[in-house]
């Protein structure tokens, strides 16, 4: 890195690398500085349309690009091991989009290789790095509302989904819990830690992905998180965490929500707000450069043992409901 300038490049520019550019310059000290596409024409579009100096038409051009700090990883689900592997084999510290990879052992694996490369690696949980998510983990921290007992999420889209969407690939790691499943088990496993009991039930679509999951954590302390997901129709996208003294409720949009709601009783309901520009993925990148100016390998909002943990839940959950995945690139 250069002084305070943390130099980004993008690799693979589809819909949400689309989004994330879009919110990088919210980013004190970030640099637009390369994205990296298969495909050198949509690579020059993407590099023009949000102000990128340099636009590679290969990953490996990306990787190896020596004015590039960072490189955030938007692939689909699949490709992420090859790609962030490739980064961190280059040297450059990387996000990746959540899901890390598909499945532990590939996650295990690329987190070891960073550590071995001495890089910086994070998972791109945004969710996690959100100003209102971060001050009801606060409040919960201190006791706020109490012991908590319930945490309730819930994250569906409204189908039907073709069958040839990514959705509903195998092969691209689709269905439900990987793309929005992952959201209400990190608000469990946030507020409540690793659970003791997992039990899990789905619909398949003919593809065998899920497409509508239920999930109820269970936890030594006598807590439970009740979890939902789909890709066949829209649930209303929130949640609640709720505790002996109190409630807090994080209204639809829960994923990156801009003010939550705590109910205690004998107390008037409290609402907080957290107004911000853009579409929240700044939050994410301005942790990774704080990360990577304190010199740290990881960051403590999204760790990498909880990428390991949550990580090992999705695989539990699959097993039971029968999701299994092609190998992906490597």
Known sequence: MTGQTVRW?????????????ADLPLVPGAELAAVGSRNQATADAFAERFGFARAHGSYTALAADDGVDVVYVATPHAFHLAAALECVEAGKAVLVEKPITLDLPSAARLIEAARTRGVFLMEAMWMRCNPAVRKAAELVEEGTIGWVSAVHADFGLQGPFAAEHRLRA?????????????????LAHLFLGLPISVQAWAHLTPERVDEHTGVLLGYQSGAVAALTCSINGASRNAASI???????????GFMVPRSFTLSRPDKAPETFEFEFPGSGYQFEAAEVQRCLAAGELESPLV??????EVMNLLDSIREQVGVYYPPGPA
Request: glycine residues 22%.
């Open 303 to 308: 760790s990498q043992t909880t990428t390991l």
């Open 9 to 21: 490049g993008i690799l693979g520019l589809g819909g949400i690398a689309a989004t994330f550019a």
């Open 242 to 252: 709720t505790g002996t003294d109190g409630r807090i409720d994080i209204p639809p």
């Open 170 to 186: 195998p092969e691209l790691g689709g269905g439900a819990l990987l793309d929005l499943g992952v959201y209400p088990i990190h």
